[in-house]
């Protein structure tokens, strides 16, 4: 069964409440529908993320099905018996097959214990997720929100984020600085107000299709 990030009439609005230009952008919107990954399984959603970097969605499908064929269950126990050219031959690069064997070994040992990210800070998950080989920042921020629906995720990693920041509020660039004021102003509700910026930033929302960056 799909499932979308939860959110509903309070975060809404919060974030109307707290800015009105945001509050704009929303209403043009509407909902937002976003779907969730692999049922909430940090395991094969890790391993998902380091499959799709710097590929195509439909490729990145594809060698999904593939190893999923492979393995039977994408699970700890399952990637650590695999060789890595076992993984590779699913149509993965050899470096990327290397980063799953190695997360599965450190899993399936224990000594990287997958579990207790759940209960850890936003940072401290970032921290810890962004340790294994093949996982940047962006991508701990993006499992912690779309793997856990974690609710206060705002990636400065994201150049979609900032895109979508520069339509709403007519900035040429959007500084650190900048960033931060807009993180503490949508907390605690930041992965709701990303949400509507990639919306925006798709630039197909009426009265949103302009990006203020200077031209190169």
Wanted: hydrophobic letters at 40%; proline letters at 3%.
């Amino acid at each position: 069964m799909t499932r979308f990030f939860e959110y509903g009439d309070d975060e809404v609005a919060y974030l109307k409440s707290r800015d009105p230009k945001l509050a704009q952008a929303i209403d043009a919107v509407g909902h937002v529908n976003r779907e969730m990954m692999d049922e909430g399984d940090l395991f094969a959603a890790v391993v998902h993320h380091i499959i799709g970097q710097q590929i195509s969605s439909a490729a990145q499908a594809t060698v999904w099905a593939r190893l999923k064929e492979a393995l039977g269950e994408v699970t700890p126990a399952n990637v650590s018996a695999a060789t890595v050219e076992e993984l590779q031959a699913c149509g993965t690069s050899f470096r990327k097959a290397e980063y799953i064997k190695n997360f599965g070994e450190q899993v399936d040992s224990g000594a990287f214990d997958l579990d207790a990210v759940a209960s850890m800070s936003d940072a401290e998950a970032v921290k810890a997720l962004s340790s294994l080989q093949g996982i940047g920042e962006w991508t701990a921020e993006m499992l912690l929100l779309f793997c856990l629906g974690r609710p206060d995720i705002l990636s400065f990693g994201d150049l979609a984020i900032h895109r979508g920041m520069r339509m709403v509020y007519h900035h040429r660039k959007v500084t650190r600085q900048m960033f931060e004021k807009y993180r503490r102003r949508y907390s605690p509700y930041g992965s709701v107000a990303s949400l509507y910026l990639w919306a925006i930033s798709h630039m197909d929302v009426p009265g949103y299709d302009r990006d203020y960056a200077p031209k190169k």
